[in-house]
């Protein structure tokens, strides 16, 4: 399936939201910061 979608890069939030934590509840700095801090995996 992933040769599907070449420029396809599976990522993860960086630290800051816990796992299953609503993102209702994040703050826009916290959100902000988990996604420009996601990691390649």
């Given amino acids: 399936m992933m040769r599907d979608f070449p420029g396809l890069a599976i990522t993860r ?3 800051g ?3 299953g ?3 209702e509840f994040a703050d826009e700095l916290t959100l ?3 996604l420009t801090g996601r990691r390649r995996m």
Avoid: K, T, Y
């Fill in 32 to 34: 902000g910061r988990a």
């Fill in 17 to 19: 939201l816990p796992m």
């Fill in 13 to 15: 939030l960086a630290s």
């Fill in 21 to 23: 934590g609503d993102l």
